[in-house]
């Protein structure tokens, strides 16, 4: 069974920083284009950053560009999302995704794999 995990989340000044790891099992995504999504309350799930299979192209929201990084380790199969200056319109509960290919995806019906996702919240 494929299962992705996310961990890193927490509570956070606003400013501060904090990393999302996800680690996937079952199965290794290293061929393929992996992605975070977030969604707040009351609000739909949004894209916040894809990353195609080898981490040569990226992507990002517009909202969060110049702040979060997404990156991947393909050897120890593990995608990252390093956030700094964290604002609190950023907390949300944070899903990591598995693409249905090796490319950058932005759309959530482009991800075959989802995680449970793992809560941020920033507080003010």
């Known amino acids: 069974q494929v299962q992705l995990v996310e961990s890193g989340g927490g509570l956070v000044q606003a400013g501060g920083s904090l990393r999302l790891s996800c680690v996937p099992s079952?199965?290794?995504?290293?061929?393929?284009?992996m992605g975070w999504f977030r969604q707040a309350p009351g609000k739909e799930r949004e894209f916040v950053a894809g990353?195609?299979?080898?981490?040569?192209?990226?992507s990002y929201a517009d909202s969060v560009k110049g702040r979060f990084t997404i990156s991947r380790d393909n050897a120890k199969n593990t995608v990252y999302l390093q956030m700094n200056s964290l604002k609190p319109e950023d907390t949300a509960v944070y899903y990591c995704?598995?693409?249905?290919?090796?490319?950058?995806?932005?759309?959530?019906?482009?991800?075959?794999?989802w995680g449970q996702g793992t809560q941020v919240t920033v507080s003010s």
């Open positions: 079952g199965r290794t995504f290293s061929s393929y284009g």
């Open positions: 990353i195609n299979w080898s981490g040569g192209r990226t």
């Open positions: 995704a598995a693409g249905r290919s090796s490319y950058l995806y932005t759309t959530d019906n482009d991800y075959a794999y």
